[in-house]
């Protein structure tokens, strides 16, 4: 309890609205930082598009055509129109994850409410598109898959409205403790230091901790990735009907 | 015994377990995955990134156990 208080978020500047709890506090300052980020990474690379890319241009190029082709090919039809929110999705996330990273800076994607918010932005947009494509009625029908005999279909429909809700749930406590137990990790390492009171223990806590922080940038990686493609699943999903 | 130690006890255990589990299971998602590997070098791309999906999901289970454990080990 001690230990892991040090993960928590502290108030910067005491917001009050109309009764909501809108303190602005460091989760805050990295959410908007992210933003800034990603918006001024994608402003100045696109200034001057070279036919033969730079550096810069090139990684993004890189990873938006990975995004292009593995992930967005599972819309067979709307890929044009959904692309720049899954590529949103993915720097978005992927900028918050590696923030966090960084020494002195706090995380943002640790925390269960700003997971929690992305899971239900994704699961409103799933659940608009799939409204809109079929229907109201039509949506209904297309959750149960179809050709099935009336009873089993009427079975299946609870089973389908209950995995509709914990797919974002889901995806909101993934990536929450994957970044969480990243950091709980590197904060139980550092902390054998405050244990033992002695410095001969010093180099098991550093190369340990470097180790992990490798790990955590595979991981934060991974996660932005997974986060993207499970949204794209859902989202064909929705559409397609099953 | 107070609730506490067992509440501790209880983190520990359900973390262990669900440790367990997870090994199991990316185990043997792995070494399928090698075998497709082995068996046909070409679709070694699309055999990786399947497994990594499917590590993720198997991972998210354990993370459920964590997340519950951590609740009990702070109270």
Redo the contacts between chains.
Sequence with gaps: MNVLDHLRQEEIYPLKIGGLDLNITNGVITLWLAAILVFVIFFYLSRRLKLIPGRGQNIIEIIILFLRDEVASQLRHGRETWLPFIIAIFFFILINNLLGLIPGMSSSTSNINVTAALALIVFAIVQIAGVVKHGLLGYLKALVPSGLPLPIAIFMFPIELVSQLAKPFSLAVRLFANMFAGHAVMLMLLSLIFLFRNYFILPLPVLGNTVVLAFEIFVCFIQAFIFTYLTTLYIATAIEGH | MEPRMIAFLAAGLGMGGAAIGTAIGIGALAGKAMEGIARQPEAAGKIQ?SM??AI?FV??IA??A??VS?IL??K
Excluded: R
């Design positions: 990134m990594i999906i993720a991972e998210a993370l459920y964590l997340v951590l080990a702070t």
